[in-house]
């Protein structure tokens, strides 16, 4: 399904039927797609159902790519159909484990904005925004969310602009300030008679759909392939002719990052890196009719990994865990 199929079209439940059998054909990706089909299920109002999908994904967290976003999804969903109490202590937990990934914390924060918990949220916002962004020059897209989120619930509670209020004008791309789109009192000038005032909104609700827009169409990330140390040499020991594009596994994790040093340096935006395994590479080569020791395959196996969301955003956090895998700070590794 398209992501801008309009969403009268959309059969929720049979689409969420059709995600989790694709699951069970594609176990590398069932987190991914068990996160689709829940969303659909939410949006068919089937919350019990969703909750399923969510508990079935919890229940072997150590394969989780993303736990903590798997949680937060769950706690919103259940409020939604009030186990709010759960709900709460599932929000308390994240906050408490504190992750390094943005998206559970933008959840987590909505969900207490959309019930009208504007003091929580707020907080919320901040331990993310000052775990995630302090010190940070630039913030990541990822990022961008937590900021405009921040700066939109302290417009409502009417509180004065700070460093990151305005950092989140600066990031903010629309030909509407984010002042005039939080602004509060918007709601009223939606049962209003004077035309002058209904045309202004309908104007802000453009520039809203614009920004919205721009994010869904956002392209998966232009991503190199990196291969873990015990990947590489079983690589290599079955199809020894790639050794030409691997001379060393060192010499393969430099290669990335100064590749995508130079692709930044270019102006290149959303940059990431997907990590390859070889039984997954073997059969994507078979479903290409080609060998696997074709080095022509390789830029098309990363590209199809991004594409399905395997994609890990490039550079991470700098005191983030490298993205080769070591247990040190990227600043401290790969970074330095």
Not at 137 to 162: C, K, N, S
Not at 276 to 292: D, I, M, Q, R
Request: contains cysteine; negative net charge.
């Amino acid at each position: 399904m398209r992501p801008d199929t309009p969403a009268e079209n959309v059969d929720h439940s049979a689409e969420a039927a059709r995600l989790e059998r694709t699951a069970g054909l594609y176990p590398e990706d069932a987190e991914a797609l068990l996160l689709q089909a829940a969303a659909h299920l939410e949006l068919s109002d089937a919350r019990p159902a969703a909750t399923a999908l969510y508990d079935r994904l919890l229940s072997t967290p150590d394969s989780l790519e993303n736990a903590p976003l798997v949680r937060a999804l769950k706690a919103s969903n259940l409020w939604e159909y009030d186990h709010e109490a759960e709900a709460r202590a599932i929000i308390d937990g994240i906050r408490t484990t504190a992750p390094r990934d943005p998206a559970p914390w933008v959840i987590v924060a909505e969900s207490l904005e959309s019930h009208d918990e504007l003091e929580a949220a707020h907080d919320t916002f901040t331990e993310a925004a000052t775990l995630l962004l302090t010190d940070v020059t630039e913030p990541p897209y990822a990022t961008h969310p937590l900021l405009f989120g921040r700066h939109r619930v302290r417009r409502m509670l009417g509180l004065p602009h700070d460093d990151w209020d305005a950092q989140a004008d600066t990031l903010h791309s629309s030909s509407v300030s984010l002042d005039e789109l939080h602004d509060p009192k918007r709601v009223w000038s939606l049962g209003s008679d004077n035309p002058a005032e209904l045309e202004a909104e309908i104007s802000r609700l453009r520039a809203e759909l614009g920004t919205y827009r721009e994010a869904l169409s956002r392209p998966f990330p232009v991503a190199v392939l990196h291969w873990p140390a015990g990947e590489l040499t079983e690589l290599l020991s079955a199809y020894p002719d790639l050794s030409t594009e691997y001379p060393s596994h060192p010499e393969h994790l430099a290669t990335i990052e100064s590749s995508l040093r130079e692709l930044s340096a270019s102006g290149t935006p959303n940059l990431g890196i997907v990590t390859g395994t070889v039984p997954s590479y073997e059969a994507f080569a078979a479903s290409e009719g080609s060998s696997p020791g074709d080095t022509t395959l390789l830029p098309q196996y990363a590209t199809t990994l991004a594409a399905r969301g395997r994609a890990v955003v490039w550079p991470p956090q700098r005191t983030s865990e490298c993205w080769c895998g070591e247990t040190q700070p990227y600043d401290a590794c790969h970074g330095s």
